[in-house]
């Protein structure tokens, strides 16, 4: 999927432009924005993810216009963001956070727990993840809690994932991986 960018502007409401028409074109493929910090990379991520309104500009996915409303409406339509910032829900388990806000349901409505341990297990073994799925995020290194953010937008199987500074708390073997 193919990302554009055009004449971008957000500013925050205490009046700081933190980005100002700024332009960028991915075609489809895997890709790194550099900068210094305070460059706007972030903001402009979390523009195309709905977490932040844009004040000008265009964001075009495909060739199509989007303007998403919140990450809920971005996830739904195929774009996934992993932050620098980790926000978990720490006294969950690794299962319930992979899943949260939506919980698949058996035929009779109830939430299926067995389902949830049964994809989330086939996720991690495919990505090569070690983790324990039933443990609390609180008990887990700051990388694997990371690792497991990773994985939940994959879970999505959306066309375009952004990873916000995702080694920054990686280990080097979780790097390389």
């Known amino acids: 999927m193919s990302i554009r960018i055009n004449d971008l502007t957000v500013r925050f409401?205490?009046?700081?432009?933190?980005?100002?028409?700024?332009?960028?074109?991915?075609?489809?493929?895997?890709?790194?924005?550099?900068?210094?910090?305070?460059?706007?990379?972030?903001?402009?991520?979390?523009?195309?993810?709905?977490?932040?309104?844009?004040?000008?500009?265009?964001?075009?996915?495909?060739?199509?216009?989007?303007?998403f409303s919140g990450p809920k409406d971005a996830l739904e339509n195929g774009v996934a963001m992993v932050h620098q910032e980790l926000n978990q829900c720490l006294e969950r388990n690794v299962i319930d956070n992979l899943f949260l806000g939506r919980y698949p349901k058996n035929s009779l409505g109830v939430v299926d727990e067995g389902r949830m341990k049964k994809e989330a297990s086939d996720l991690f073994r495919k990505l090569g993840i070690t983790v324990n799925l039933t443990q609390p995020m609180k008990k887990m290194s700051v990388s694997k809690r990371q690792m497991c953010e990773i994985a939940k937008a994959i879970s999505y199987n959306s066309k375009v994932i952004v990873l916000d500074e995702p080694t920054s708390s990686l280990t080097a073997p979780e790097v390389a991986k």
């Open 13 to 67: 409401k205490n009046g700081v432009v933190a980005v100002n028409k700024a332009s960028l074109e991915i075609p489809k493929g895997i890709y790194g924005l550099l900068g210094e910090n305070g460059a706007g990379k972030s903001t402009m991520m979390k523009c195309l993810f709905g977490t932040y309104q844009k004040d000008e500009g265009t964001i075009v996915l495909d060739g199509k216009e989007v303007n």
